[in-house]
């Protein structure tokens, strides 16, 4: 009997290793890769404080990532509700006692690390509308109760990390949120009304912006209005992107980098590092990673018995690529500038680990894709 058991549980264990989606896994892997070569570059070619804490942090959460993979989905199906309230908390938390920097209370002091919980409320808000549309069937879905429960699952932590002030995370959170009605089955006519509504008050929203996000919105109207002052990001990051050509300057030869033209490159704007190191062949080559994890996320979701992991597989595949695109034309003035990380790449603990966290989830669906939740 024991012996049985003891044979049961290791096939059990071969049974998750092989189910292990390693074409994600090594995708990751070469993206972290290329995330800390670039990294190294924003810092001059010299193992500094952003390489080695880049470095760090990506091996811890990448464990992280494997650990969370090998955890039954029922579990992140159990804590969905439970993980959703705990990030609102911090959310409080954070703009009454959170830490100030650059003019925004964003981040919690966990002594070992900075964090900042609107980061993890955009996988958190994913799991909990999953959960709470998992068991509804599609007259129920698009059912008055349903939509307003809807509705402040995912205004009640964006109006939160508006308060910080973070405009472009709050409106990112929203987006996920919206993404997962929209796998749910919620009726078309209800975003078509809202973007028809969006579109009509955008005067009254603008009006209510704070002087330094108008000036972004007029910026990226017209960045050449100030060019050494509000348009000085935007118009050194398009030269960086266009003077790396085809085939680009090559590895640590970006000049508009190294010669500090362009500020805050590691974070948001590592795309235009990248570009003008590696060129547009370069670019495309990170743009076929990303579209193989994008795909095998997705993929994930459709042989996965479970209505839950189906969900979120969908809704976090679809958000990583709407991350993606609003960082990439952000950076090529096709968007005004809001703070959109680009993941894995861009500089930043909580974004990243919010993206493993995801990552390991979609591992943990693909393991168990014959596990149905009732």
């Not at 995330?35 to 811890?60: C, V």
């Not at 209370?105 to 959960?131: G, H, T, V």
């Not at 490159?265 to 590696?278: A, G, N, V, Y």
């Not at 597989?313 to 958000?319: E, L, M, Q």
Request: charged residues 10%; glycine residues 8%; aromatic residues 16%.
């Amino acid at each position: 009997m024991y012996l049985h058991s003891k044979l049961e549980n290791k096939n059990n264990i071969l049974q998750k290793v092989r189910n292990f989606d390693y074409i994600l896994f090594l995708c990751i892997l070469l993206l972290g890769l290329i995330s800390l070569a670039t990294m190294y570059s924003t810092d001059g070619g010299e193992l500094l404080f952003h390489t080695k804490s880049h470095f760090l942090k990506f091996i811890i959460f990448t464990f992280l990532m494997i650990l969370i993979s090998f955890l039954n989905i029922r579990y992140w199906f159990t804590i969905g509700y439970l993980g959703y309230l705990i990030v609102v908390i911090m959310l409080v938390w954070t703009i009454n006692f959170g830490i100030t920097a650059s003019g925004s209370q964003r981040w919690i002091d966990l002594y070992f690390i900075n964090i900042q919980p609107s980061e993890l409320m955009k996988i958190c808000i994913i799991l909990c509308l999953a959960k709470f549309f998992h068991r509804k069937r599609l007259e129920n879905v698009n059912s008055f109760y349903s939509v307003i429960i809807s509705l402040i699952i995912i205004f009640l932590p964006m109006s939160l990390v508006i308060i910080q002030p973070d405009l472009g995370t709050s409106l990112l959170i929203s987006i996920s949120g919206i993404i997962v009605l929209w796998f749910a089955g919620l009726n078309h006519k209800y975003f078509f009304y809202s973007f028809l509504i969006t579109v009509i008050s955008l005067p009254f929203i603008i009006s209510f912006l704070k002087p330094y996000q108008k000036l972004r919105v007029l910026t990226f109207l017209n960045p050449d209005r100030d060019p050494l002052g509000a348009g000085y990001q935007i118009i050194q990051s398009k030269i960086a992107v266009g003077s790396g050509g085809l085939f680009g300057k090559g590895f640590l030869k970006g000049t508009q980098s190294y010669l500090e033209f362009l500020p805050e490159k590691h974070t948001d704007f590592i795309f235009t590092l990248f570009s003008e190191e590696f060129g547009f062949f370069g670019s495309v080559f990170l743009l076929l990673i990303y579209t193989i994890i994008i795909y095998r996320i997705i993929r994930t979701g459709v042989i996965s018995r479970s209505y839950f992991a189906k969900i979120f597989c969908y809704s976090f595949g679809a958000s990583m690529f709407v991350y993606i695109v609003i960082n990439m034309s952000m950076v090529l003035g096709l968007l005004p500038i809001v703070g959109s990380p680009l993941p894995i790449m861009s500089y930043g603990g909580s974004s990243m680990l919010a993206t493993m966290i995801g990552f390991g989830i979609v591992m943990s669906a693909k393991i168990h894709s014959e596990q149905s939740i009732a």
